[in-house]
């Protein structure tokens, strides 16, 4: 089947485009219930663990999941209709606000939902229509969720990273398995470079400077990249951080004091490593007449 859309993407890649943006916006659709719901129900589940450590009673709470309740408004509880959950337009036929109460609706809904859908096309042409390329979208997808739930909670859900991880792994055992070891090994020193970071940090300063998800998110990405590309992810990560955290505090005062997760930094590199890395390295060494 994945021959076949590849033809037709040679055929038409317009028209092959237009189907993967519209694809593609559904699941931004689905990405901003992942970002907004799993937060609230990985932290239910902490309250129900600290609960059975202390002897007390569970905390009861009303069925909560991806997929129950239904999208509705948070301030008066209407149901969304689906013609109002349309990706991207629905937000603009609501004009930005329910239906019912007026409330308006934040502008990130649509914007992820776009961002999704021109991220995943932009994959699709760089690397192709084909298995690797259709992998990589979902590695995509999977880092748009951990970009705004760490933005939004500083917390990099384990569940993610895993699925994150496991996956990188899985891609090479089946699409390139020539680069397994490096895959492994790519995961194993992802993890131990920010662990052996913190651990530093934390014996010269005393605090925390930064969390485990963190080491967990780079060895997804070193299981998706293999260990040769890590040191770039590493330098981008912190170019991009440098940029964007002076960018901040220089427009909006942001308090420098103030964490700034560095979850989001991780995805941008690891995605510009994912799309360019080999090509940012072949230029780099032919700068140096390698």
């Known amino acids: 089947m994945i021959d076949q859309f590849t033809q037709a993407a040679a055929a038409s890649p317009l028209l092959i485009s237009a189907i993967c943006f519209v694809f593609a916006a559904l699941v931004g659709s689905f990405l901003n219930v992942v970002i907004y719901r799993l937060p609230v129900m990985i932290e239910r ?69 776009l961002l999704t859908a021109c991220l995943s096309v932009l994959v699709l042409h760089v690397i192709g229509f084909n298995g690797f390329g259709l992998a990589a979208v979902v590695f995509t997808w999977l880092l748009i969720c951990l970009t705004f739930i760490d933005i939004d909670h500083y917390l990099l859900p384990d569940p993610l990273n895993y699925v994150l991880l ?41 605090k ?20 040769q590309l890590l040191p770039l992810v590493v330098l981008l990560s912190s170019a991009v951080g440098a940029v964007l955290g002076i960018a901040m505090i220089v427009l909006k005062g942001r308090d420098h004091q103030k964490p700034i997760p560095f979850g989001p930094y991780l995805a941008i590199a690891g995605w510009i490593a994912l799309l360019w890395g080999n ?11 390698y």
């Open 208 to 227: 925390e400077g930064m969390g485990f998800g963190d080491f967990k998110l780079l060895a997804a990405l070193g299981a998706w990249l293999g260990w």
């Open 45 to 113: 589940h902490w309250q129900i663990e600290c609960a059975a450590l202390n002897d007390q009673p569970a905390p009861q709470f009303d069925r909560f999941n991806l997929i129950v309740p239904g999208s509705q408004c948070g301030s008066c509880g209407t149901t969304i209709k689906p013609w109002h959950n349309l990706p991207i337009v629905g937000w603009f036929i609501l004009r930005g606000k329910c239906a019912a109460c007026g409330q308006p609706y934040s502008i990130r809904y649509p914007l992820i939902e």
């Open 166 to 206: 496991w996956l990188g792994l899985l891609v090479h055992i089946v699409i390139t398995p020539h680069t397994l070891a490096d895959a492994v090994i790519g995961a194993i020193a992802g993890y131990l470079t920010l662990w052996s970071v913190y651990w530093a940090f934390k014996l010269l300063t005393g």
């Open 279 to 289: 090509d940012i390295l072949d230029s780099y060494f032919a700068m140096l007449g």
